[in-house]
């Protein structure tokens, strides 16, 4: 078995990343694709690597040669064949100049773009099977030829962009590009079939076109190979080279490169996101449905101005519309606002750091919290107030991330106290339609707003309602000049038309938003009472769709949490670096409960195993 790179093209798509070098010099996370091949290949036993170069070949070569010698190569010999009009022609040219070395011995075929888990290839030569595409079920980010694929693994269809159907992906499967060809395939179809092609078509095209044809000629010429999506990457532009470092990162680096992506995981449909709180059981697939069938006209379609994305608000909540604004999920919301905040601002800390981070223009002042339980009352709040000649105060309901509640007539006690020290109160109920159904309560609120001026009241509807995608908050008070204030700190088309509709039709959805909460609510309580049944385990009370959690046992949280990513593909948050709480706790979102119980197996196998 042999090993064949075809490594001759130009990168352009990469920029200043091969301005200096091929492609496959490219560097993920510090050793460049051609590397992390070639020790893939000696690890998997290949004693001949022939690499087809063009675009600034003498560059690779010397590389090549300053990173490898006989003893790290372990007796694999690497060859080179050039291919001088690289400029002017596609791989498929670039394979057919490498036609001898594909008649001398089965070989494994791969392009210099990729990066891989070298049991890829391990797999791949211990399989019995002569002739394999290594294939992927296809997702939402991959682009290039897809295949069909029978019962039996045979590839009975490939598919290029123009017979793309995204109606039918769940069929899909995308060509990884890495391919083994036994020696008689190559030399009684694919080298006839790769001449043939050329001279009816010319040199600038694809490799893989050939292939198709064959397949379509005899559908048991080529069987597919199928791999997990998190196995590989393939790297066109820089956007690609960001995604791959994530994706093969060492374990430690991998969770600080998730947490700093702030969301974006559908990006790695493997990983189980628990870190990002969303609602599970909304919005339903009726309401998504309407959504969908509005999908063209939205898209092509401006959003309307402020007025009109406040009445729509305003009718969801019973708000008059210039007393709420509409914001670009809560966090422009935040900013827009945070800047109007003077004096000092009491908080309880941890908290939702976006708060103190956006208040520039105010002194930020603790609240005395309760350092085992993390709970504080009202008179604390009052106390820290008093003390410090506070101005405002923020308070998130159910707590970030402690998930510490207030009741309603702790609430309004703290509002009249405030009141006639007036002072203002900030807060964010982003949670608190999760509450237990009994407890559960609002202040948005039109007589609410109107009895305690001093009140803003801040809510994430990404979070609540489970459209994180959408980006839509809404900020309430009755100062219409504070309103307004808002209103002009924001961009005049802050909410695209997707999140202007969900607004437009929620109404008729109420009811089964109601029912959602309270399943969540009740699935808090089956979930926390798992995770407290694992030993070293301290869970938090919690009205919110969190969990926060204390681990006393040997690991270290940090451990368990990249422990959690790398081998279960869980990903949850790691609260050691958050002010406030220290090096034991964690907070875990809760989403439906076969995810929840996936995250409860693989805590145990973290912590008991």
């Given at each position: 078995?042999?090993?064949?790179?075809?490594?001759?093209?130009?990168?352009?798509?990469?920029?200043?990343?091969?301005?200096?070098?091929?492609?496959?010099?490219?560097?993920?996370?510090?050793?460049?694709?051609?590397?992390?091949?070639?020790?893939?290949?000696?690890?998997?036993?290949?004693?001949?690597?022939?690499?087809?170069?063009?675009?600034?070949?003498?560059?690779?070569?010397?590389?090549?040669?300053?990173?490898?010698?006989?003893?790290?190569?372990?007796?694999?010999?690497?060859?080179?064949?050039?291919?001088?009009?690289?400029?002017?022609?596609?791989?498929?040219?670039?394979?057919?100049?490498?036609?001898?070395?594909?008649?001398?011995?089965?070989?494994?075929?791969?392009?210099?773009?990729?990066?891989?888990?070298?049991?890829?290839?391990?797999d791949l030569i211990s399989n019995p099977e002569k002739n394999?595409?290594?294939?992927?079920?296809?997702?939402?980010?991959?682009?290039?030829?897809?295949?069909?694929?029978?019962?039996?693994?045979?590839?009975?269809?490939?598919?290029?962009?123009?017979?793309?159907?995204?109606?039918?992906?769940?069929?899909?499967?995308?060509?990884?590009n890495i391919y083994k060809l036994s020696k008689a395939f190559?030399?009684?179809?694919?080298?006839?079939?790769?001449?043939?092609?050329?001279?009816?078509?010319?040199?600038?095209?694809?490799?893989?076109?050939?292939?198709?044809?064959?397949?379509?000629?005899?559908?048991?010429?080529?069987?597919?190979?199928?791999?997990?999506?998190?196995?590989?990457?393939?790297?066109?532009?820089?956007?690609?080279?960001?995604?791959?470092?994530?994706?093969?990162?060492?374990?430690?680096?991998?969770?600080?490169?998730?947490?700093?992506?702030?969301?974006?995981?559908?990006?790695?449909?493997?990983?189980?996101?628990?870190?990002?709180?969303?609602?599970?059981?909304?919005?339903?697939?009726?309401?998504?449905?309407?959504?969908?069938?509005?999908?063209?006209?939205?898209?092509?379609?401006?959003?309307?101005?402020?007025?009109?994305?406040?009445?729509?608000?305003?009718?969801?909540?019973?708000?008059?519309?210039?007393?709420?604004?509409?914001?670009?999920?809560?966090?422009?919301?935040?900013?827009?606002?945070?800047?109007?905040?003077?004096?000092?601002?009491?908080?309880?800390?941890?908290?939702?750091?976006?708060?103190?981070?956006?208040?520039?223009?105010?002194?930020?002042?603790?609240?005395?919290?309760?350092?085992?339980?993390?709970?504080?009352?009202?008179?604390?709040?009052?106390?820290?107030?008093?003390?410090?000649?506070?101005?405002?105060?923020?308070?998130?309901?159910?707590?970030?991330?402690?998930?510490?509640?207030?009741?309603?007539?702790?609430?309004?006690?703290?509002?009249?106290?405030?009141?006639?020290?007036?002072?203002?109160?900030?807060?964010?109920?982003?949670?608190?339609?999760?509450?237990?159904?009994?407890?559960?309560?609002?202040?948005?609120?039109?007589?609410?707003?109107?009895?305690?001026?001093?009140?803003?009241?801040?809510?994430?509807?990404?979070?609540?309602?489970?459209?994180?995608?959408?980006?839509?908050?809404?900020?309430?008070?009755?100062?219409?000049?504070?309103?307004?204030?808002?209103?002009?700190?924001?961009?005049?088309?802050?909410?695209?038309?997707?999140?202007?509709?969900?607004?437009?039709?929620?109404?008729?959805?109420?009811?089964?938003?109601?029912?959602?909460?309270?399943?969540?609510?009740?699935?808090?309580?089956?979930?926390?009472?798992?995770?407290?049944?694992?030993?070293?385990?301290?869970?938090?009370?919690?009205?919110?769709?969190?969990?926060?959690?204390?681990?006393?046992?040997?690991?270290?949280?940090?451990?368990?949490?990249?422990?959690?990513?790398?081998?279960?593909?869980?990903?949850?948050?790691?609260?050691?670096?958050?002010?406030?709480?220290?090096?034991?706790?964690?907070?875990?979102?809760?989403?439906?409960?076969?995810?929840?119980?996936?995250?409860?197996?693989?805590?145990?196998?973290?912590?008991?195993?």
């Amino acid at each position: 078995m042999q090993a064949l790179m075809l490594a001759a093209g130009m990168g352009k798509r990469l920029g200043r990343y091969t301005q200096n070098g091929t492609k496959c010099m490219v560097q993920v996370n510090g050793k460049a694709l051609i590397e992390y091949a070639i020790e893939a290949l000696v690890n998997a036993g290949i004693k001949k690597f022939t690499l087809v170069t063009g675009y600034r070949s003498d560059i690779l070569k010397s590389f090549l040669s300053s990173k490898f010698n006989d003893k790290n190569l372990n007796g694999m010999k690497i060859e080179y064949i050039e291919n001088p009009v690289y400029d002017k022609t596609n791989n498929i040219y670039s394979l057919w100049l490498a036609k001898d070395v594909l008649s001398s011995d089965d070989t494994i075929l791969l392009e210099s773009d990729l990066i891989f888990d070298s049991k890829v290839l391990n797999d791949l030569i211990s399989n019995p099977e002569k002739n394999l595409a290594v294939v992927s079920h296809f997702e939402p980010w991959m682009d290039g030829t897809c295949t069909l694929l029978d019962k039996e693994k045979n590839i009975v269809g490939m598919l290029d962009k123009a017979h793309f159907n995204w109606n039918d992906i769940s069929d899909y499967y995308k060509t990884v590009n890495i391919y083994k060809l036994s020696k008689a395939f190559s030399e009684k179809y694919y080298i006839p079939f790769l001449e043939a092609y050329q001279k009816s078509f010319g040199k600038n095209e694809y490799y893989e076109t050939v292939l198709k044809v064959l397949t379509l000629l005899d559908t048991k010429t080529l069987k597919g190979f199928t791999v997990r999506g998190d196995q590989w990457y393939e790297i066109d532009d820089p956007a690609d080279l960001a995604i791959a470092e994530t994706r093969f990162a060492p374990v430690q680096e991998k969770l600080r490169l998730m947490e700093n992506n702030y969301g974006g995981y559908w990006r790695f449909p493997q990983i189980k996101d628990f870190c990002y709180l969303v609602n599970p059981f909304f919005p339903p697939t009726k309401l998504v449905d309407e959504l969908k069938s509005s999908f063209q006209t939205l898209l092509t379609a401006y959003p309307s101005g402020a007025r009109q994305q406040n009445l729509l608000a305003g009718k969801i909540f019973n708000i008059l519309p210039e007393h709420i604004v509409v914001g670009n999920g809560a966090a422009e919301l935040i900013k827009s606002f945070g800047g109007m905040v003077t004096g000092k601002t009491a908080i309880p800390f941890p908290t939702f750091n976006e708060y103190p981070a956006r208040f520039c223009n105010s002194e930020t002042v603790e609240i005395s919290v309760n350092k085992e339980s993390f709970e504080y009352s009202v008179n604390d709040i009052l106390n820290t107030v008093d003390e410090n000649k506070a101005s405002n105060v923020l308070l998130i309901n159910p707590d970030n991330p402690t998930g510490h509640f207030l009741k309603k007539e702790d609430l309004f006690h703290l509002l009249d106290e405030l009141k006639s020290r007036n002072v203002q109160l900030i807060f964010d109920e982003s949670f608190i339609d999760f509450a237990e159904k009994e407890i559960r309560y609002t202040l948005i609120d039109e007589e609410i707003i109107e009895k305690y001026p001093n009140l803003v009241v801040i809510k994430s509807i990404s979070k609540s309602y489970g459209v994180p995608g959408l980006r839509l908050g809404v900020l309430v008070s009755s100062k219409t000049e504070l309103i307004q204030e808002v209103q002009k700190n924001n961009s005049i088309w802050n909410i695209n038309s997707f999140a202007e509709y969900f607004l437009q039709i929620y109404d008729k959805y109420k009811s089964t938003y109601k029912d959602a909460c309270d399943k969540l609510a009740a699935e808090r309580i089956r979930f926390a009472n798992k995770i407290a049944e694992i030993k070293g385990i301290q869970v938090f009370p919690s009205q919110a769709n969190y969990i926060m959690c204390k681990y006393t046992g040997k690991k270290s949280v940090t451990e368990i949490t990249e422990n959690l990513l790398q081998e279960h593909n869980l990903l949850v948050k790691n609260l050691t670096q958050k002010y406030g709480c220290g090096e034991q706790y964690m907070r875990l979102a809760v989403l439906a409960p076969e995810d929840n119980d996936l995250l409860v197996e693989g805590l145990k196998a973290e912590i008991e195993g």
